[in-house]
């Protein structure tokens, strides 16, 4: 009954962060000072948009699907474990293990991890999986809280006003604290500037502009150093 509750709750903490995300986009984090009623009060679309963008971070759907439900499954057993060695009610155990340590490991590492993997198609699940410890976290603490009262309730508000806000701007793919979990645009271009500077006065197949002699304006020149006739006579030489 407690996973099926967990689930529950990740459902919830999921469409509300969905749906604050959104509010947020068109209040503070978008240009559009005007909206019709329907984009206000109509937002079923536009949630279900926002998970398919976070679960679509990869490419991959299947695999950010599995990353934000494994995560999020990987947090709750580990808050299992304040349980098994705790006792009945709050205690020293349950906040430990209830404290958001993987969601801040991820988030101060990331910079190393996009340095060391800024090619690799796996970065793109640093979204997913953030997310999944976070909804995860939240999820098992309202469970805890919510069945056994195993942790205390500004505790909890505590995870919720710290965690909310940054799925609020990682959905919105907005920086937090400077660090964004978007990938950087590769501007590279397929020529350096010396091969462009060598093509230039070659056509398509690799000729000389100034193959032809009508096109060459120095073609009737004979002279290799283009000095003319020798200026000295021979009586000085």
């Known amino acids: 009954m407690e996973f099926f509750l967990f689930l529950l709750f990740l459902f919830v903490f999921g469409f509300v962060a969905a749906a604050i995300s959104y509010y947020a986009k068109i209040l503070f984090f978008s240009a559009k000072s005007n909206y019709r009623r329907e984009e206000l ?7 279900i948009r926002i998970f398919l963008d976070l ?9 950010g699907s599995l990353a934000l439900l494994g ?11 304040g349980s098994m060695l705790g006792e009945k009610g709050p205690g020293v155990f349950e906040h430990i293990f209830h404290m958001p340590i993987f969601f801040l490991a991820l988030f101060f590492s990331y910079p190393i ?16 999986v953030l997310s999944g410890f976070v909804l995860g976290n939240l999820s098992s603490g309202a469970v805890h809280y919510g069945l056994d ?24 793919k907005e920086p937090i604290l400077g660090v964004s979990f978007e990938p950087v645009p590769s501007y590279e271009e397929e020529n350096d500037w010396g091969n462009s500077f060598s093509d230039e006065g070659s056509d398509s197949d690799g000729n000389s502009q100034f193959d032809d002699p009508e096109e060459n304006p120095f073609a009737a020149e004979n002279d290799q150093y283009g000095l003319g006739d020798d200026p000295f006579s021979d009586e000085f030489k």
């Open 41 to 47: 009060t109509d937002i079923r679309g536009d949630v």
């Open 149 to 172: 009262r195993d942790l205390y309730f500004l505790f909890y508000l505590l995870l919720l006003l710290l965690q909310l806000p940054v799925l609020v701007f990682l959905w919105n």
């Open 71 to 81: 995560s999020a499954i990987f947090v709750w057993l580990w808050s299992l474990l």
């Open 55 to 63: 679960l679509e971070s990869n490419g991959n759907l299947l695999y």
């Open 113 to 128: 991890l996009r340095e060391a993997y800024q090619e690799k198609s796996i970065l793109g699940l640093a979204k997913p």
